[in-house]
């Protein structure tokens, strides 16, 4: 009686040592400063049109550090965000017999930081197991030798970066090498890659009177880098005294001085930028170039509260306005009073404002006013008359402050509903 055949054999495969990560640190100006800041913290940023955090404070994205500067004249660096940095693509393959060199010129240099991988990394015995292997590089940085090894089991790319310090004068290069033997067979995978190189200057900029947001997130959320977008309450401009820009409120007679502070009354923001001597009109027309008292009554009929057609109140008339494009100072002037109806005028003296606001009778006119009680009519003909209406706010300069449209730029083609 024969003997039974004996049971055949699985082959292991090994885990996986992990995967390459990579953190995104981007730096970004906001906007001129002094600004109130992010309208709710994370839930203000979005990244690719998702928010950080929702407003159940559960989070989209894990492991994301977000610091920022409001633009004061006196601020501090930002801790983390403290470097200038340039990533230059290599994306080639590094051979035993084909080391890869670049050139560093700019002498301002402090850091390189190299980023190197493998495009898998396994190797198979005869048994068909999959186990991890090793591979060795040596980066060489002027005179200087510095040994790589990448060891583990990588069925897909896997990146490392290295960070080196103690440059040489330059002109010097940056030379990378294998010491493995190339492999000639489908059951050994390490192929080496220079995926990029970074030239980091370490700074020490605070950016006065700059508002600015350092965002650092993890890039296995994306194929590319997100688009970020912010919901900011802008800059603060001088508001009455009396005046407190949450509630809306006058308290008691103005004295006729200013303070700081957040507000979307578009008055103000007419009087910030025609008083503003950086940004605004400030420079020609001095600190008196507007009349504030004109203004004052305009903030006031700006601030009533009337009904916004769902049932609730909303302020007459409010400006969020993002100035993006350096425009001749009467288009922004006339833009700004056409928000909250009325036309600018120059006095003489100052610059003020003629509002189309409903109004109390200032005199009464009857026959009894008029000599012999006739009234002489003068018009033109009809034929040479024209009409025509022009809406003359530049939609492309302005973000409209509405969550559908994510806070972001719109296009003239595109229309808010």
């Not at 559960?58 to 409001?70: D, H, M, T």
């Not at 198979?124 to 940085?141: P, S």
Request: aromatic residues 10%; hydrophobic residues 30%.
């Amino acid at each position: 009686m024969g003997k039974g055949g004996g049971g055949g054999r699985t082959p292991v495969e090994a885990k996986e040592s992990g995967r390459s990560k990579q953190l995104v640190k981007i730096v970004e100006i906001i906007s001129e400063g002094e600004i109130a800041g992010l309208a709710d913290g994370m839930k203000s940023v979005y990244l690719d049109n998702t928010p950080i955090q929702n407003q159940d404070d559960s989070y989209n994205f894990s492991n994301v550090q977000l610091e920022g500067r409001v633009g004061s004249q006196v601020q501090g660096i930002i801790p983390g965000f403290n470097t200038s940095e340039k990533e230059i693509s290599v994306g080639t393959q590094v051979r035993k017999t084909t080391p890869i060199t670049r050139t560093i010129t700019d002498s301002k240099v402090s850091r390189l930081r190299l980023t190197l991988g493998v495009q898998s990394l396994f190797h198979q015995n005869d048994q068909g197991d999959t186990n991890g292997a090793t591979v060795n590089l040596t980066v060489y940085i002027g005179n200087q030798s510095y040994p790589i090894t990448i060891s583990g089991k990588y069925s897909s790319q896997y990146l490392q970066q290295h960070t080196f310090s103690g440059l040489p004068a330059v002109p010097f290069t940056i030379r990378v090498e294998r010491n493995t033997e190339d492999s000639k067979s489908q059951r050994v995978q390490n192929n080496t890659v220079w995926a990029s190189y970074t030239e980091i200057i370490d700074t020490e900029f605070t950016y006065p009177n700059t508002a600015l947001i350092g965002v650092k997130f993890d890039s296995e959320y994306f194929s590319n880098i997100p688009n970020r977008t912010y919901d900011v309450k802008g800059i603060k401009v001088k508001v009455p005294s009396n005046y407190d820009p949450k509630t809306r409120q006058y308290r008691g007679m103005w004295d006729g001085t200013f303070k700081l502070a957040w507000s979307d009354n578009p008055a103000w923001v007419l009087y910030d930028v025609v008083t503003n001597k950086r940004y605004g009109l400030g420079g020609r027309l001095g600190e008196f170039g507007a009349d504030k008292w004109a203004l004052y009554q305009v903030a006031q009929y700006c601030d009533q509260l009337v009904p916004d057609g769902f049932g609730g109140k909303e302020p007459r008339f409010t400006c969020n306005a993002w100035l993006t494009d350096q425009r001749p100072a009467y288009d922004v002037i006339n833009d700004i009073c056409s928000i909250f109806r009325a036309m600018p005028v120059w006095n003489g003296r100052e610059l003020t404002v003629v509002m189309d606001r409903p109004s109390d009778p200032v005199w009464t006119y009857t026959n009894a006013n008029v000599e012999n009680g006739e009234f002489t009519y003068t018009f033109s003909a009809k034929k040479p008359v024209i009409m025509r209406s022009k809406w003359n706010m530049q939609i492309k300069t302005m973000l409209m402050k509405k969550p559908l449209n994510m806070y972001r730029m719109m296009k003239q083609s595109e229309k808010m509903v």
